[in-house]
T-cell receptor, first 115, second 115 residues
Framework: GQQLNQSPQSMFIQEGEDVSMNCTSSSIFNTWLWYKQDPGEGPVLLIALYKAGELTSNGRLTAQFGITRKDSFLNISASIPSDVGIYFC???????????????FGKGTKLSVKP | KAGVTQTPRYLIKTRGQQVTLSCSPI?????VSWYQQTPGQGLQFLFE???????NKGNFPGRFSGRQFSNSRSEMNVSTLELGDSALYLC??????????????FGQGTRLTVV
């Protein structure tokens, strides 16, 4: 099925470092969502973006909806151990009239602690 | 407010059997979507239900079906199970009615293992 290109696939972080990840698509989306998933759990919504160019923060997390509507990035500042997990971007199309488009997910960015 | 509840959390089934998974959305949410998550394919959209009607369908075989009840609770059924159906099945609810922009909230998932 259709998927987004999310990078990097994995990264190691040291406490206090800033982290950046992004998603690109060949399709235009109307909404971008960022989720975090811990092992054995469902994805938890971190940030939702609704407008091209929009920059939104949630604590130490900042995400932007690209101007072309084909990309988005997520930054985590001053990382802490509990930031470890898998981060997913998701793009959503919709059509007017009430039909909600399904979410299309990236493959995820796995954040681990540097040994 | 209670989150999305999925039951059971874990299931082991034999090839050829069928299985039914259940999802109770967040109170007041009328849209329920189902996703399959596997290491190889990532998160893939199965279908979406709104007001007891299937509104959107992903690219899965007819062995995968679902339904939604008048209280918005949803069930997903997989018949004639195959080994490749082993996955984490996630349900997401959202409050979409005629609003274009919505946020999807996920349950913890049902881990299905087919042996």
């Amino acid at each position: 099925g259709q998927q987004l290109n999310q990078s990097p696939q994995s990264m190691f972080i040291q406490e206090g470092e800033d982290v950046s990840m992004n998603c690109t698509s060949s399709s235009i989306f109307n909404t971008w969502l960022w989720y975090k998933q811990d092992p054995g759990e469902g994805p938890v919504l971190l940030i939702a973006l609704y407008k091209a160019g929009e920059l939104t923060s949630n604590g130490r997390l900042t995400a932007q909806f690209g101007i072309t509507r084909k990309d988005s990035f997520l930054n985590i500042s001053a990382s802490i151990p509990s930031d470890v997990g898998i981060y997913f971007c998701a793009g959503q199309l919709y059509s007017y009239g009430g039909s909600q488009g399904n979410l299309i997910f990236g493959k995820g960015t796995k954040l681990s602690v540097k040994p | 407010k209670a989150g999305v509840t999925q039951t059971p959390r874990y299931l082991i089934k034999t090839r050829g059997q069928q299985v039914t998974l259940s999802c109770s959305p967040i109170s007041g949410h009328r849209s329920v979507s189902w996703y399959q998550q596997t290491p190889g394919q990532g998160l893939q959209f199965l279908f979406e239900y709104f007001s007891e009607t299937q509104r959107n369908k992903g690219n899965f075989p007819g062995r995968f079906s679902g339904r939604q009840f008048s209280n918005s609770r949803s069930e997903m059924n997989v018949s004639t199970l195959e080994l490749g159906d082993s996955a984490l099945y996630l349900c997401a609810s959202s409050s979409t009615v005629y609003r274009a922009f919505t946020e999807a909230f996920f349950g913890q998932g049902t881990r299905l293992t087919v042996v």
